[in-house]
Nanobody, 116 residues
Framework: QVQLVESGGGLVQAGGSLRLSCAASVNIFSASYMAWHRQAPGKQRELVAIVTSSGRTDYADSMKGRVTISRDNAKNTLSLEMDSLKPEDTAIYYC??????????WGQGTQVTVSS
């Protein structure tokens, strides 16, 4: 069982920055990959960024150049640095952990609100 706790969300003005963190209850080195997703009101959950066990990263086209995903294996944390935020980035941001055995776990989410 993997428990994930996100933090760092909040209210920010357009153009501002936020850093989200996800603390895992297990050694994240055991993850096949970890990712951040988001879900805006009335919309489907979508992938924001992903980082594999080898350190390869990938980003949603809408976020490229504005976000950086990173993992700290020593601290068992996943982070998402977000810059140049836009009102359309308003959503609940979720941390996701996929084990090497195929089991997936979600955090409870952290709200990000970007005001215009």
């Amino acid at each position: 069982q993997v428990q994930l706790v996100e933090s760092g969300g909040g209210l920010v003005q357009a153009g501002g920055s936020l850093r989200l963190s996800c603390a895992a209850s297990v050694n994240i080195f055991s993850a096949s990959y970890m990712a951040w997703h988001r879900q805006a009101p009335g919309k489907q959950r979508e992938l924001v960024a992903i980082v594999t066990s080898s350190g390869r990263t990938d980003y949603a086209d809408s976020m490229k150049g504005r976000v950086t995903i990173s993992r700290d294996n020593a601290k068992n944390t996943l982070s998402l640095e977000m810059d140049s935020l836009k009102p359309e980035d308003t959503a609940i941001y979720y941390c996701y952990f996929l084990t090497v055995y195929g089991g997936g776990y979600w955090g409870q989410g952290t709200q990000v609100t970007v005001s215009s």
